[in-house]
């Protein structure tokens, strides 16, 4: 089968404000871990926890000049229109997998001859949380294949897709080597609670008078 891989797009025009706002918020905590680890290297007396607290330093600085990059990007200013003003048809139909890396996602159904449209059909946006996959054109009918939130977090650089006769696979970087429980994040039980709370709350700053207290309130005082 004809198999070609691909990159991100560097023009992606979906997520852009999220994955900035992200990409600053995590330039900001890899400065607070940089510090905590310069902190402990200068308490530390043994070579081996030296050299060990170097690495987790150089590190986090390469991940930080990597965020802070790209949270700078430029605004993406083209390509908007064309593919906003399209009607999509969702993918149903997927599967995912994952190593301790990477996180694979499959769709290898309901796309047969996807790999005989041009390079310009396939749009791939990725997101920190998050990814778009656009087909445009396959027999007259544009499919889609959008996940947002994921279950945590991904280098965006580093994902791609490759495109096979009849099917695509995507592959997504983890940021870290976290198992993922599920590809999309999962809602946590307690806001639900946190929103019951609120209503119990509201109607408690309100007590509606009882008949009787409305008919002593109407009574004229005594004298």
């Known amino acids: 089968e004809a198999s070609a891989i691909k990159p991100v797009s560097t023009q992606s025009t979906w997520g852009y404000k999220e994955e900035k706002k992200a990409m600053e918020s995590a330039a900001k905590e890899l400065e607070l871990d940089i510090e905590e680890l310069k902190s402990l290297l200068a308490k530390a007396t043994r070579d081996k926890i030296k050299v060990k607290l170097n690495g987790a330093i150089q590190e ?16 993406p200013t083209t390509g908007v229109k064309d593919h906003e003003a399209l009607i999509w048809k969702e993918i149903a139909n997927f599967s995912w997998d994952q190593e301790s890396t990477f996180v694979k996602v499959y769709i290898t159904s309901g796309i047969d001859g996807v790999g005989s449209l041009p390079m310009e059909n396939i749009i791939a946006d990725f ?8 087909i445009k054109g396959l027999k007259g009918v544009n499919y889609r294949l959008k996940v947002f939130p994921l279950n945590k977090e991904i280098k965006t650089a580093a994902c791609k897709y490759s ?5 695509i696979s995507i592959t997504l970087a983890k940021n870290g080597t976290d198992h993922w429980d599920d590809l999309k994040e999962k809602a946590s039980p307690f806001k639900s609670l946190d929103k019951k709370k609120d209503k119990d709350k509201d109607c ?11 008919t002593l309130s109407r009574m004229p005082s005594s004298a």
């Open 60 to 75: 986090l600085e390469s991940q930080r000049k990597i965020a802070e990059a790209s949270a700078i990007k430029p605004v």
């Open 127 to 134: 997101n920190v949380k998050g990814f778009d996959i656009k």
């Open 204 to 214: 408690l700053l309100y007590t509606s008078p009882s008949p009787r207290d409305a």
């Open 163 to 167: 495109v096979k006769t009849n099917s």
